[in-house]
């Protein structure tokens, strides 16, 4: 029986990787951000895992608008660091797990959840970014296999957020029933609150991110039950992805224990946030 | 330009279905500047390129003209059309200036001092 | 408020089309089988929808292994025939319903039902031979538009038969609530019992066949109750595509009235089986 | 060759998962079989063919042999694997008796017949 040991929310705004990429985290404009990281990267640095399940949105990298899934799966052994437009992030390749991939979607689609399986996939700032900002220097590899679990934020329908609450409760249940004695690491990406486009561009509602902050530990219920639209008018157009993070909450215990918080803005146009939670009884 | 979404919100484009089939093959040409051959063929003859992946006559002028707001009512998608941006060397906070009758300067004042409160 | 006003299921295996393609229709390995279509020709002939949707699978022509959605809905204004590999079929492109399948889609998602959104799509037989079946001499064109409903039927693991018959049902609602007055045919598409691979290559079961055939009117609930294995078991490995009758199944009343039905042992290696059912009160 | 599969059926292959990712570059090649251009050169030239779609030797094997069942024990799916056959002028009964240890003529009198009873 694998079992979810800690659960990190994170933002993937593409200008962190790009900060770390570049050597740029002690410039006054990063420094606070990167600062409010490390008690968390200490954390995870002695909690690592053996697989980690990655929660996340592709941003016209890996997929294009001709097949949009609401949810997918990657069963591969390996997926690679997308070139986005000029040259791919100086990272590590990723390797998967197609034992644990194949266990999740038979479990999943046996309880209802109608993903869609990726075989070959390209992984965007969407999936490498929370890599990096929970594993800064990874070296040659990543800490430990990972899965990508793919999610339609862009195109409205967006799965609601209770729906993916659900699909997080099931995951969690997909990972009791596994085979192996394992640890699990679970990553929920995205947000906080940003627009990027239309005359709001440049929003952010600091007041609704801490209120979700503070739930998606205490009361992700609550969130579970807010619509697309009320998430779109408090959080942003794109800052609906945090519907996300409630994928990586529903797998995790009725009760977790905050380790480390940290909100931010702004990363470029974005409320940058983290939320570690240690999910061991 | 959100008439056919299911809500609105102010200053707010939803990206459905209808703007996404709307936008469809103009985010195909966006999505295909990931390569540098396609940035090549583009940079070399960009209407010719808009023709070839099927651009409407506005979204074509568009384009070309690099009218953001315009590409955003035609059915661009942000990621896609910031393809296009990233090509010429824009950033997204010179995107979001152009969004709000600002400049990138004053858009990235306003997002240090805690980002924009609403529309 | 749109109404569902007749379900046809049927096969749709590619001999059948091709027979038709090639005229030998009246041919003694061929006649019995569309002599049997015919009374469900005639009926449908005089109660033409304003749209029909069509539950399928493609094999390996309008999509790859790289992506397998378990279910998918096309959303464009026209797809065209697949060439299979030696020149597309001799009957229409399809036109499609974007509106339609939007409000499908919407309708969908709200209640919880994953879908892959297929902006673009060709259509192989498992489409346009029940096309055909339905309408032997289209002209320049199908009866009316047709929105495209896929599911994998292909690899392990396919939608249980339970979830496929509560997309039915959620399908059924989805269209009462669309805001435009049309009359709706559905298509549930695939089966009957047949093996392709395998020492088992060949196998019919006429017994199972039938009973589904029975059931699909009188008590569909059962057949949703069957697993995977079972359908396996008792309909062969390509026979479990029957699970797209279903959902064609839950999206008519709970009182159907049977036109005709029709079976046949073999369409080359497949028993092929046609049941209309008239949804009016 | 069902290993993986959650359920064993006598005589039944069931592609799942695993045997997905066996068989996922022979199952690609399978499908650019649909069009002329490729079918031209995977027949002027099939092994460098199977090379370029990066197959293992033991699949390029069977398919340069025509081993209908090594083909499908080595991740095939019929409905790809049908591809070939019908690019080499052979119907799914020619293979249901290939499967089957029948000539095609035995197999389809078989069908004719009302079809197989079981394995
Ligand atoms: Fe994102
Ligand atoms: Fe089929």
Redesign the interface.
Known sequence: MAEVIWGLATSHVPSIGAAMDRGKTEDP?WKALFDGYRPAREWLAEHKPDVAIVIYND???G??????????IG???RYDV?????GRRPVPDVIGD?EL??HL??SL??E?????????LDVDHGFTVPLSVWTPDPGDSWPCPVVPLLVNV???????A??CY?LGQALGRAIASYGKDVKVGILGTGGM?H????????????EFDRMFMEAIESDPAKLAALS??EL??EA???GIEMIMWLIMRGAMNERVRKVHSHYF??A??T?AGLALFDNRP | MAAESRFDVAGTPVFDGQTSRRGFRMNKLFMSLRFAENRERFGADEGAYCDQFGLTPEQRTAVLDRDWQAMIDLGGSIFYVYKLAMMDGRSMQYLGGVFTGMTEEEFVAAMRAGGRSGG
Chains 1, 3 share one sequence.
């Open positions: 404009n941003h016209a990298n997929i294009d608008l001709d097949i949009v899934p609401t949810f997918g069963t591969a052994d997308a070139d986005e437009g000029f197609p991939s194949l979607l038979e689609v046996d209802g959840f109608d993903l869609t399986v990726f075989q070959e862009i195109q409205y329908p967006q799965p609601t209770a729906r659900a609150s627009q990027l486009a239309g005359a709001r561009a440049g929003f952010i509602n600091a697309r639209e779109i008018r942003g157009s794109e803005v702004p470029s146009n409320a």
